[in-house]
């Protein structure tokens, strides 16, 4: 019998990716630039980035993230982010940030030591994971020794969902209904997305930092 549940994060927990070559960031500062040249208030470009990251990592794409993203029917529906992503992002920018893309996805490795504390866990634990995860990066875990210790996966790629909001852990839980919830910890390297998902969902969370790697969680658990 399994004493208990163990829901993890992925990267920068179980996973690392070199953060050198970020699409993602260099997409959010050519956006963040260009809607303050055009005159934007504040609070509009905070919320247009914001809603940009939440598409960026839930919306089913490849690794030509600009060309799969003009295609969601939230830049069709909205002009003046539709012209600025083609103004932009042309098409050797478009393929100059593919290649960044598939560069961040062939450098993803498992951090060292997480597969045997996972595996360790796996016999006395039931384990689910929840990822913020843009479609692109979710091939490396799906090929990696993890993947066989977590029968209930969720990323935010498939749910349309990102981390804290309660959903993505109410779908893990779903893995282990039957399990007191005062059974279950969260695991994780962010405090707002692991931390304030696990609270309010009434579990546990063991926070996963540079004080803290992987190898000491057997050691707070058993």
């Given at each position: 019998?399994?004493?208990?549940?163990?829901i993890?994060?992925?990267?920068?927990?179980?996973m690392?990716?070199?953060?050198?070559?970020?699409?993602?960031?260099?997409?959010?500062?050519?956006?963040?630039?260009?809607?303050?040249?055009?005159?934007?208030?504040?609070?509009?470009?905070k919320?247009?980035?914001?809603?940009?990251?939440?598409?960026?990592?839930?919306?089913?794409?490849?690794?030509?993230?600009?060309?799969?993203?003009l295609?969601?029917?939230?830049?069709?529906?909205?002009?003046?982010?539709?012209?600025?992503?083609?103004?932009?992002?042309?098409?050797?920018?478009q393929?100059?940030?593919?290649?960044?893309?598939?560069?961040?996805?062939?450098?993803?490795?498992?951090?060292?030591?997480?597969?045997?504390?996972?595996?360790?866990?796996?016999?006395?634990?039931h384990?689910?994971?929840?990822?913020?995860?843009?479609?692109?990066?979710?091939?490396?875990?799906?090929?990696?020794?993890?993947?066989?210790?977590?029968?209930?996966?969720?990323?935010?790629?498939?749910e349309?969902?990102?981390?804290?909001?309660?959903?993505?852990?109410e779908?893990?839980?779903?893995?282990?209904?039957?399990?007191?919830?005062?059974?279950?910890?969260?695991i994780?390297?962010?405090?707002r997305?692991?931390?304030?998902?696990?609270?309010?969902?009434g579990?546990?969370?063991?926070?996963?930092n540079e004080?803290?790697?992987?190898?000491?969680?057997?050691?707070f658990?058993?």
């Open positions: 019998m399994k004493k208990g549940a163990i993890f994060d992925l990267f920068d927990t179980l690392h990716v070199d953060k050198r070559n970020d699409a993602y960031a260099e997409v959010k500062r050519s956006l963040e630039k260009r809607m303050r040249k055009d005159g934007l208030e504040q609070q509009e470009v919320d247009a980035l914001m809603q940009f990251r939440k598409l960026f990592i839930t919306t089913p794409t490849s690794t030509d993230i600009v060309a799969d993203l295609a969601c029917s939230y830049f069709q529906e909205r002009p003046y982010f539709e012209a600025l992503l083609q103004d932009l992002f042309n098409i050797p920018w393929n100059e940030l593919k290649e960044m893309v598939e560069e961040q996805v062939c450098s993803v490795a498992t951090i060292e030591g997480a597969v045997r504390v996972v595996a360790d866990l796996s016999k006395s634990y384990l689910a994971l929840v990822s913020n995860l843009a479609s692109p990066f979710k091939s490396p875990f799906l090929e990696s020794e993890l993947a066989e210790f977590f029968p209930t996966q969720v990323f935010s790629c498939d349309g969902h990102l981390k804290p909001e309660r959903i993505m852990f779908k893990a839980l779903l893995g282990f209904p039957n399990m007191d919830r005062n059974s279950i910890i969260v994780g390297d962010k405090l997305n692991d931390g304030e998902g696990a609270v309010a969902c579990l546990h969370y063991f926070r996963v004080a803290s790697r992987i190898g000491d969680v057997t050691k658990l058993f």
